[in-house]
């Protein structure tokens, strides 16, 4: 190579780099959870927002749900899917994690934090079930609800999914992509109690983000709970999907989030 090619080289990657004087985004860890009968997929549009950004984004599927169906088994709950969160945390050796979990993953999400309480940095409850110990997602469901959801039951222990436009998503080809991809969850993440949480859950950072729009029953409640925690409390104006009807608005506000 000439000196003059190796000086316009040197310039076309100085061109290509940081503007001077301006700090590059750092590179954050997230890890994104599903809720119930969704899979990691539902993340896709959020994901790729995130990782355009250089951070790294992983986005699990719970045992027994999307691409994992086949790992239902009357035994899989809220354990089992803590174990699974945990997993992706140690195996990928994230560090500075900003763990976030929708609905459902509100459960198993906080066991997994607790567990792995030194690589996680924060955790964000994206419309998620508040975890109180010693309660089920089902203790305040009415019981003529618990004696329908078990007659419908698939094999004794999956239950079907809610409809697409229960999640809050109305956009026809959201709704069909919605309705391909849901699936069964088993029966026992509904119904097992969530375990005591140790000094690491207590320590790490909350955030709490509703959705304005989430039309689901007993959504006041977790949101009400967050706030007595003393959880730092955000807004969305979307359903409860907020993943799939506002991906660039729920991807912005995680990123501010973990600063």
């Known amino acids: 190579m000439t000196r003059r090619g190796a000086v316009a080289g040197a310039a076309l990657l100085a061109a290509a780099g940081p503007a001077r004087g301006r700090?590059?985004?750092?590179?954050?860890?997230?890890?994104?959870v599903h809720g119930?009968?969704?899979?990691?997929?539902?993340?896709?549009?959020?994901?790729?927002?995130?990782?355009g950004r250089g951070h790294r984004v992983f986005a699990p599927t719970l045992s027994g749900m999307g691409e994992r169906l086949h790992l239902s088994a009357p035994d899989?709950?809220?354990?089992?899917?803590a174990r699974d969160i945990a997993a992706v945390i140690?195996?990928?050796?994230?560090?500075?994690?900003?763990?976030?979990?929708?609905?459902?993953?509100?459960?198993?999400?906080?066991?997994?934090?607790?567990?792995?309480?030194?690589?996680?940095?924060?955790?964000?409850?994206?419309?998620?079930?508040?975890?109180?110990?010693?309660?089920?997602?089902?203790?305040n469901a009415p019981p003529e609800a618990i004696e329908a959801a078990r007659a419908s039951l698939i094999d004794g222990h999956r239950l079907p999914s809610f409809p697409p436009q229960a999640f809050g998503v109305t956009e026809p080809a959201q709704v069909a992509w919605l309705g391909r991809r849901?699936?069964?969850?088993?029966?026992?993440?509904?119904?097992?109690?969530?375990?005591?949480l140790g000094p690491g859950f207590a320590r790490l950072p909350k955030h709490y983000v509703a959705a304005t729009r989430n039309t689901l029953p007993d959504s006041r409640r977790a949101?009400?709970?967050?706030?007595?925690?003393?959880?730092?409390?955000?807004?969305?104006?979307?359903?409860?999907?907020?993943?799939?009807?506002?991906?660039?608005?729920?991807?912005d506000l995680l990123r501010r989030i973990a600063g």
């Open 90 to 139: 140690e195996a990928e050796e994230l560090e500075d994690v900003t763990l976030v979990l929708h609905s459902y993953a509100g459960l198993p999400g906080s066991v997994a934090a607790d567990r792995t309480a030194e690589r996680v940095a924060r955790i964000v409850y994206l419309d998620a079930v508040f975890p109180v110990p010693d309660e089920a997602l089902t203790a």
């Open 182 to 196: 849901l699936t069964t969850i088993p029966w026992k993440a509904l119904t097992e109690t969530l375990p005591a």
């Open 223 to 251: 949101v009400d709970l967050a706030r007595a925690a003393g959880w730092t409390m955000h807004e969305l104006d979307a359903g409860h999907d907020a993943m799939i009807t506002a991906p660039r608005e729920t991807a």
């Open 76 to 81: 899989v709950g809220v354990s089992v899917h």
């Open 23 to 32: 700090t590059p985004t750092p590179t954050r860890a997230f890890v994104l």
């Open 36 to 51: 119930a009968w969704h899979g990691g997929w539902c993340w896709r549009d959020v994901a790729d927002r995130l990782r």
